[in-house]
């Protein structure tokens, strides 16, 4: 329950796991929740959405025709030297990052020379409306699916709640966090002025913010806020909700995912101080609970809680990212691990990622938005990448084979290890076997500016399963009309 110098939260940024089941099953939980649609998407889409799959599918089968026509008129050979390139490109991807060595040195070359070289003999060919004819398909097709799938559903924002400001706030606030946002933008000037005590987190040594927060409670505080990392505020959330208290969230960390999900403004964190004021709402948010903490959103397994385990991580993230990866891809190091929920099991996963509230799926690493914080249930989000087509066709939501999406009140995580490394909102940590993720719903009164950004309507991932069911399949539309 210490706090850094800085937290860098992370969504799984390497998600890759092996699912023995895909199933998107929902359970519900102590509180009344609005619950997921059970009908198929095409059942529930308004029909404009329909007609935009269809022009998406439209416009991807065009794209095929003209390469077909291109093929039959005398340009087969490179048709067929097209395929190949895209089958290297694959495979060069998949080998950088699986492999050591002169090899992995070569895959990056092939990566970056291969499409130079097609593009060099189209253009010789003086075939280059081809390749552009069909590039603005192929764009159209994406822009045309994802307006599809953006239409199929809009989600409600959170229900806000009147409460009246507090009367003794107490802010902990990390003057590295951000690169300096603290001092960049006055922050602790401003909420003092605003009546908070503010307390910095200077170090040198490390704080136990968790001590520190519980003694200000002790003193009479009434709210509870951070200007820092998701980590921290992940502990100073748990205390709050423990004690029913206020909560504030000021976005002064690095990546400030949860402040994200919560509607504020990530560029200027003195805006989030107006929380302070009479002109403010709460925001009755969940919280994840792991191993006896909370988490604000996600905790994360295999591949990527064993890169953020590394003691070089933090100083290197990308180099380190590199250099564990080609063990953890094809299985040479780290546990073997189990996740079950809701009666569906993953077998022998590479990664698991569980959120506070599952994610928007627009990248398999979890690097979607969350339109809400209240849904009672966990996001689980299991992958495997055992191959290199397997990995594109993940990655282009062409299919689902390997990937498991739950959404769940309860996860458990088994290995063949007494202790398995997690990444907690971006802090690596050692919990002992089985871990068991779950979550508390409403747990969190969190107070938010009433003016304020908001979240905007997310974008979705352009997934081909989708679309053929909302394109093809029909069914009574309660959005028609």
């Known amino acids: ?145 994802q307006a599809a799938l953006a239409r199929e559903s809009r989600p409600a924002g959170m229900p806000e709640h009147e409460a009246p400001p507090p009367q003794r706030p107490f802010v902990v606030m990390n003057p590295r966090s951000g690169g300096g946002k603290v001092g960049r933008f006055g922050l602790k000037d401003k909420a003092e002025g605003l009546g908070a005590e503010v307390v910095l987190l200077e170090g040198p040594e490390t704080v136990d913010v968790v001590a520190l927060v519980r003694q200000a409670l002790a003193r009479g505080a009434d709210l509870l806020g951070v200007a820092g990392g998701d ?14 208290v206020p909560f504030l969230v000021i976005s002064a960390g690095t990546r400030n995912h949860f402040a994200l999900d919560l509607g504020l403004d990530r560029e200027d964190p003195s805006t989030c101080l107006a929380a302070l004021t009479e002109d403010a709402v709460e925001l009755h948010v969940d919280l994840g609970l792991i191993g006896g903490r909370t988490f604000v959103n996600n905790a994360s397994f295999g591949a990527y809680a064993a890169v953020v385990q590394s003691p070089a991580y933090r100083d290197d993230k990308t180099r380190t990212t ?41 990248d398999l690493a979890g690097l979607g938005r969350r339109t809400r914080l209240d849904t009672g249930r966990l996001g689980v989000v299991a992958i495997s990448v055992a191959s290199a087509r397997q990995a594109v066709g993940l990655l282009r939501h062409a299919h689902d084979h390997g990937l498991t999406v739950l959404e769940t009140p309860e996860v458990v995580i088994t290995a063949d290890t007494a202790q398995i490394p997690v990444g ?58």
């Open 1 to 145: 329950m210490n706090a850094g110098a800085d937290d860098h939260p992370r969504r799984g940024d390497h998600a890759d796991v092996r699912a023995r089941s895909a199933s998107p099953a929902a359970a519900g939980s102590d509180v009344p929740r609005p619950r997921p649609p059970t009908t198929s998407p095409a059942a529930t889409a308004p029909t404009a959405a329909r007609w935009l799959a269809r022009g998406a599918f439209l416009a991807a089968v065009a794209a095929a025709v003209i390469l077909v026509a291109f093929s039959l008129n005398g340009g087969l050979g490179l048709l067929v030297v097209s395929a190949l390139a895209v089958v290297v490109l694959v495979g060069s991807a998949w080998w950088f990052l699986a492999v050591r060595g002169v090899l992995r040195w070569f895959a990056l070359a092939l990566f970056v020379v291969t499409p130079l070289t097609v593009a060099w003999l189209f253009v010789r060919a003086n075939l280059l409306w081809v390749v552009l004819v069909v590039l603005a398909l192929a764009t159209a097709a994406t822009a045309l699916g």
């Open 231 to 244: 980590g921290t505020q992940a502990l100073v959330a748990g205390v709050a909700a423990q004690h029913d």
């Open 322 to 362: 590199v250099e564990i990866l080609p063990e953890l891809l094809q299985g040479q190091t780290g546990p073997h691990l189990v996740a079950q929920a809701d009666g569906v099991t993953a077998l022998g996963p590479q990664a698991v990622l569980v959120s506070n509230n599952p994610y928007q799926m627009s």
């Open 424 to 481: 907690i909102d971006g802090e690596a940590v050692m919990l002992p076997t089985p871990v068991r993720c779950t979550i508390q719903p409403a747990a969190l009164r969190v107070r938010v500016p009433r003016h304020r950004p908001g979240v905007p309507a997310p974008r979705p991932a352009l997934s081909w399963v989708r679309l053929r069911q909302l394109a093809f399949r029909h069914g009574p539309s309660p959005h028609d009309g």
